[in-house]
């Protein structure tokens, strides 16, 4: 007799409306709510907490620094250089105990960025931190010992990352931040979750300007993004995320098996 697939039991995403006011991201059942919903196991999705031209600007602007600033080698463990903003191309040659295809650019120091970048990246990063230290109580900062920014670009023609698990603490909850327009800059591509309820697939609802909040000890991946096309790597094209990464978690990330 087959084995049941997990998929099979589904579940959908709480879409909750969302904004930002005064310079603080909000949730419309308020932080209370939202962390009850949260910690029992539900997927919550803050819909249209960005400006969509704001996260268009901010991806140009990371398009750009990683233009100008030249690829981390292969080879070298970035925890070698754990202040260094850096970015590299995984291509999936390489193995790894994660296994995933994705142009990944790390904040490290989100304070040492100029221009443009920096002022974007500082400013969105800030609200995601204070809403997820509100809504999690925890008192996280941008540090060595403390959070840094990720950006994921997951390219057309199968951009992925395997499904994975975290500890629940300390972080206690993960924020996706969707910086792609689905239909324009990919079609299929979900960030999925397992959770109490059943499987539950974004794709059809994390926008751009949207937050996913989840628990964070629940299996998550990102289905292949557009399989049926050609990796362009030096195309603006796929699922772009943001996220906050707690340094002392990363290390304990497990592939479920």
Request: hydrophobic letters at 35%; charged letters at 25%.
């Amino acid at each position: 007799m087959a084995a049941n697939n997990p998929e099979d039991r589904k579940a959908s995403p709480v879409l909750v409306a969302g904004a930002v006011r005064d310079g603080s991201i909000e949730s419309e059942l308020g932080d209370s709510e939202t962390a009850a919903l949260v910690s029992a196991g539900r997927i919550v999705i803050l819909k249209n907490v960005f400006d969509r031209d704001l996260m268009m600007d901010f991806r140009s602007a990371v398009t750009g620094w990683c233009k100008s600033s030249p690829p981390y080698p292969h080879g070298v463990a970035p925890s070698t250089t754990p202040t260094l903003n850096y970015h590299r191309v995984d291509d999936g040659i390489i193995g790894s105990s994660l296994p995933h295809i994705f142009h990944q650019i790390c904040f490290n120091s989100i304070e040492a960025l100029e221009g443009k970048t920096g002022q974007r990246a500082r400013s969105i990063a800030v609200m995601l931190r204070d809403f997820q230290n509100r809504v999690a109580g925890t008192k996280f900062d941008f540090s060595l010992t403390g959070l840094r920014v990720k950006v994921l670009r997951y390219p057309n023609g199968g951009g992925y990352l395997a499904e994975h698990m975290h500890p629940r603490e300390p972080q206690r909850i993960g924020l996706i931040l969707g910086l792609s327009r689905i239909g324009d800059d990919f079609v299929s591509g979900g960030t999925t979750f397992q959770t109490p309820f059943g499987f539950v697939d974004t794709n059809e609802h994390h926008d751009i300007g949207d937050v996913i909040i989840f628990r964070y000890d629940l299996a998550h991946g990102v289905k292949a993004v557009d399989p049926e096309k050609e990796i362009d790597w030096n195309s603006e094209l796929g699922k772009w995320t943001v996220l906050l990464e707690l340094r002392e978690t990363h290390g304990h990330s497990n592939a479920k098996m």
